[in-house]
């Protein structure tokens, strides 16, 4: 049970994009975490656990979040 990170980049022709996804430990329990935007720009931050959950239930979404922007 240990917090992890994940960034994801995308580029074309016509875009640059960031994607960080974070399982981060919240006292006893872990939130997802999200930040997107422009590569080098402000990014926009969100959270995917609007309390904190128990780890295996946030690994669940962390896994599916990060899955969700790798198959595109």
């Not at 074309?12 to 994009?17: A, I």
């Given at each position: 049970m240990k917090a992890t990170s994940t960034t994801l980049y995308f580029k074309?022709?016509?875009?640059?994009?960031q994607y960080n996804a974070?399982?981060?430990?919240?006292g006893r329990l872990f939130v997802v975490n999200f930040a997107y935007g422009k590569r080098g720009g402000n990014l926009k931050e969100g959270t995917k656990t609007h309390t904190p959950v128990a780890y295996d239930q946030a690994k669940i979404i962390y896994d599916k979040l990060v899955k969700s922007k790798t198959d595109k």
């Open positions: 074309d022709t016509k875009s640059d994009k974070s399982l981060e430990k919240f």
